[in-house]
């Protein structure tokens, strides 16, 4: 049997955390709350939700130490989740204050172009653009939980798995090697929503060295 997978989400005043710890939980995570460095020595999973200003959220992100930690831990394996802010995170620069963010994917973070409104507030429609394990089981034209006015522009396409529609298609879910980024809210996103956490869960459980994580 494995192990509860071990997720830190990290707490830099941006956001409530209620929601997405109690999904992880749920599904069998073991979450902790991590405002410090330290707080992510034990994690498999970095989580940053989030919403607000970039420039805001990284300003926070700084002055708590958790940036360049962060950063390093990504780089040697650990796994790293972004929910809507926290996705945006995931890039090199924003244009909605010219904050430079954590870089860990190239591209950067603009506004919506065409948009019949902003922020862009409700359910719309996942259209799948590169199949991968986040997203197994669930159809083409999944609905998610939308609130931002801000999407990624990777520099990569290869990185998208999914677009969304509002005025112009932009990126809404990404995954490269142990990186992932929703756009939308999983936790807020209903029986597919929670899936998407389920899928990302497993992902990391087949992701551990043989025998690690295995409890009698």
């Not at 950063?71 to 926290?86: D, H, K, M, P, S």
């Not at 083409?140 to 112009?168: K, L, N, R």
């Not at 497993?202 to 060295?209: F, K, Q, Y």
Request: charged share 20%; net charge negative.
């Amino acid at each position: 049997m494995s192990a509860p997978v071990r997720v830190a989400v990290v707490d830099y005043g941006a956001g409530n955390l209620i929601s997405i710890r109690n999904a992880l939980r749920l599904l069998g995570a073991e979450v902790s709350v991590a405002e410090a460095p330290d707080q992510l020595e034990d994690a498999e999973v970095i989580l940053v939700p989030g919403v607000g200003a970039s420039e805001a959220a990284m300003g926070r992100l700084r002055r708590q130490g958790l940036v360049g930690p962060s950063i390093e831990r990504v780089n040697a394996g650990t796994w790293f989740v972004g929910v809507c802010l926290g996705m945006q995170l995931l890039f090199e620069r924003s244009d909605e204050d010219g904050a430079q963010m954590l870089g860990l994917l190239e591209g950067d973070v603009k506004m919506i172009q065409d948009a019949p409104s902003l922020p862009h507030i409700g359910w719309n429609t996942l259209e799948v653009t590169r199949e991968h394990p986040v997203l197994e089981g669930l159809a083409d034209g999944t609905s998610a939980y939308f609130v931002h006015s801000y999407v990624p522009v990777p520099a990569d396409p290869e990185v998208t798995i999914a677009e969304t529609e509002h005025g112009s298609r932009f990126t809404s879910l990404v995954a490269r090697d142990r990186i992932v980024g929703f756009q939308f809210h999983p936790e807020r996103s209903g029986a597919d929503g929670i899936a998407m956490l389920r899928n990302t869960l497993a992902l990391i459980v087949a992701d551990r060295p043989a025998n690690a994580g295995v409890t009698a």
